[in-house]
């Protein structure tokens, strides 16, 4: 595919991304969790398949059994896991980190399920 833009898209890792223009091209190859970017403003699942709350402050996220990566590899909680404690993590320096203030931890608590406690 050929695309033609008028500037550089940036960094296309969604951790460290910050132009329009690069979160633009990052959604044609990163899958997100979840979105909510349609005029109903309901959710869009796209890597998950179902959202439990057990409780107010917790999530527990089902991932589709049909997600896969560009290689073939199937999509699991650790792949989940380790992007959120990376965005996290104040030595990995993403510049949206601030996004994740209000989580308190994201586990694997199952081979496909992760938890976010806030």
Same mark, same amino acid.
């Not at 008028?6 to 997100?32: Q, Y």
């Given at each position: !595919?050929?695309?033609?833009?008028?500037?550089?898209?940036?960094? #296309?890792? @969604?951790?460290?991304?910050?132009?329009?223009?690069? =979160? /633009?091209?990052?959604? #044609?190859?990163?899958?997100?969790? !979840?979105?909510? $970017?349609?005029?109903?403003?309901? @959710?869009?699942? $796209?890597?998950?398949?179902?959202?439990?709350?057990? $409780?107010?402050? *917790?999530?527990?996220? *089902?991932?589709?059994? =049909?997600?896969?990566?560009?290689?073939?590899?199937?999509?699991?909680?650790?792949?989940?896991? %380790? *992007? %959120?404690?990376?965005? !996290?993590? @104040?030595?990995?320096?993403? @510049? /949206?980190?601030?996004?994740?203030?209000?989580?308190?931890?994201? $586990?694997?608590?199952?081979?496909?399920?992760? *938890?976010?406690?806030?």
């Amino acid at each position: !595919m050929v695309v033609l833009v008028a500037s550089e898209a940036g960094d #296309l890792d @969604p951790r460290f991304g910050l132009s329009a223009l690069g =979160d /633009k091209v990052g959604r #044609l190859i990163h899958a997100r969790l !979840m979105s909510v $970017d349609n005029a109903a403003s309901e @959710p869009r699942f $796209d890597l998950v398949e179902s959202i439990a709350r057990p $409780d107010p402050l *917790t999530y527990v996220l *089902t991932l589709r059994p =049909d997600a896969w990566f560009h290689d073939g590899r199937r999509l699991n909680a650790d792949d989940v896991v %380790y *992007t %959120y404690r990376s965005l !996290m993590d @104040p030595a990995v320096g993403s @510049p /949206k980190a601030g996004m994740t203030e209000m989580v308190a931890s994201v $586990d694997r608590t199952g081979p496909h399920e992760v *938890t976010f406690r806030l």
